[in-house]
């Protein structure tokens, strides 16, 4: 059985709870309190009712029917999911629809989770640094971090993540803006400032060569950009001057180069492409704050501008699967993925047709074997990570134990040659979750206390 509520699916099966067909992390017991609470909507359930109903197998104080309580309104933040009646106890106030399991053996998956990191939130949280563990650090990306904005005067908004944006097109060695901001997604730095230490925490969760941190300050004609260049065992500061942010960007792209070694380019822009990307940076804002309906309408707007931009694509339909609305996003992808598109591309516009296509309930196999046909396993392992979690939780659905372990251990695999932490945390939270499925106590233990090894950076 199936309950969904609004853009989550909860499935009782498999104990698990996903959202836009990318799984919410929940703990267990919390997940079979939210089924408890789901099943009967509009209902008052008591609170002895649902410590016995929940907690039969072991004993706990209230405190931790509270604690579970705590945490599904933090997953449905900004609805009122649960309503508390005092000294009685809880009723379920969101409508939910049910619908059946499949068939153990039916070969297509119905709305089951696809494992996400997280954070994305939502997000697409299936982005991540692509250097693996081999590379020396001259190898790996440089992240830029949103812009922190002091200036006066004229409009400025745009430029926390458009100067993000245009700065790391101007430099070879830099990380992609849909992974940097997957990476800060994750370690919950979705705005400025940033301080010492949450730049350290950047460092610990990637393998990245360099941190670059700027604030701009003054007025249109007298700009100051302070800049701190980090590494990851020193840090460098200093303040550049001009009269324009576009040509304090290119001056501190050159300056970044010679300090990092690498090369700046400085790409002409013409006046739609440029207007496009201050809606695409305008659109960043309610996106990392999930205020989808804002962000889908600056960047369809960006897109009328710059039709064939990738970046502004994957955004816009990260957003509209987070609202449920996977046909639309299935129907535009393919028709983009039959003309020519960058191959750097094509592995994350694979993702999303997939996950649109769980959201659907339809097979997503030939999805997947083109990621693969054009995903490197060293540039794109992420991308290849998620493929295997899909499949394994199909797998995981179909009862087919198996085929689950071997996707999740897969997955694990891709996280640990791209040395992404949540992800191989994420993995082992997976076996430790199949191996309790399939009563192997011991193995779920190990794989639960691997998993809080790899998050203790």
């Known amino acids: 059985m199936r309950y969904r509520i609004g853009e989550f699916t909860l499935c009782a099966r498999s104990l698990s709870l996903s959202k836009a067909g990318q799984q919410v992390s929940i703990r267990p017991k919390t997940c079979a309190l939210l089924l408890q609470l789901v099943s009967k909507p509009q209902v008052l359930q008591s609170k002895s009712e649902l410590l016995t109903a929940v907690w039969d197998d072991v004993q706990v104080e209230e405190q931790g029917l509270f604690q579970s309580v705590a945490e599904i309104r933090k997953i449905f933040a900004g609805k009122e999911a649960i309503k508390t009646v005092p000294r009685k106890g809880y009723i379920w106030l969101l409508p939910v629809s049910e619908s059946s399991a499949p068939e153990s053996r039916r070969r297509w998956p119905q709305a089951w989770p696809a494992v996400l990191l997280v954070l994305l939130a939502l997000l697409v949280p299936w982005l991540w640094p692509l250097a693996t563990p081999e590379t020396d650090d001259s190898e790996s990306p440089v992240l830029i971090l949103p812009f922190e904005v002091h200036a006066t005067g004229a409009d400025h908004r745009w430029v926390s993540y458009g100067g993000m944006d245009q700065l790391g097109q101007m430099l070879t060695a830099r990380l992609p803006m849909d992974q940097s901001l997957a990476l800060l997604s994750r370690n919950g730095l979705t705005e400025p400032p940033f301080e010492d230490d949450a730049v350290a925490r950047l460092f610990a969760s990637a393998k990245l060569s360099a941190v670059v941190a700027t604030s701009l300050f003054g007025s249109v004609g007298d700009y100051q950009l302070s800049y701190r260049l980090y590494r990851p065992d020193s840090v460098e500061r200093d303040i550049l001057r001009g009269d324009a942010v576009p040509a304090l960007l290119h001056q501190l792209a050159d300056v970044l180069a010679a300090r990092l070694h690498t090369e700046a380019s400085h790409p002409r822009i013409d006046h739609k492409q440029e207007l496009a990307n201050a809606l695409l940076a305008q659109g960043l804002v309610p996106f990392q704050r999930q205020e ?67 959201q659907m309930q339809l097979p997503f196999d030939a999805s997947l074997q083109r990621l693969r046909q054009h995903a490197d396993p060293d540039r794109h392992g ?20 198996q085929g689950a372990e071997q996707g999740f251990r897969q997955a694990l695999a891709y996280h640990q040659r791209i040395a992404c932490p949540y992800g191989q945390a994420e993995s082992w939270r997976q076996l430790a979750r199949l191996s309790r499925l399939t009563g192997d106590a011991d193995s779920a233990q190990e794989a639960e206390q691997n998993a809080q090894r790899l998050l203790q950076f």
């Not at 493929?387 to 995981?396: D, F, K």
Request: negative net charge; without cysteine.
């Open 382 to 401: 992420l991308y290849l990570a998620y493929a295997s979690e899909l499949e394994a939780q199909q797998a995981l659905e179909n009862e087919n134990w």
């Open 292 to 358: 989808y309906d804002a962000a889908i309408a600056l960047f369809e707007a960006a897109l009328q501008l710059a039709p064939r931009h990738p970046l502004i694509l994957q955004l816009w339909a990260q957003a509209r699967l987070a609202l449920g609305e996977a046909e639309l996003v299935s129907s535009t992808l393919a028709d983009w993925l039959t003309q020519p598109v960058p191959v750097e591309n094509l592995p994350a516009l694979y993702l999303l047709r997939a996950q649109s296509q769980v």
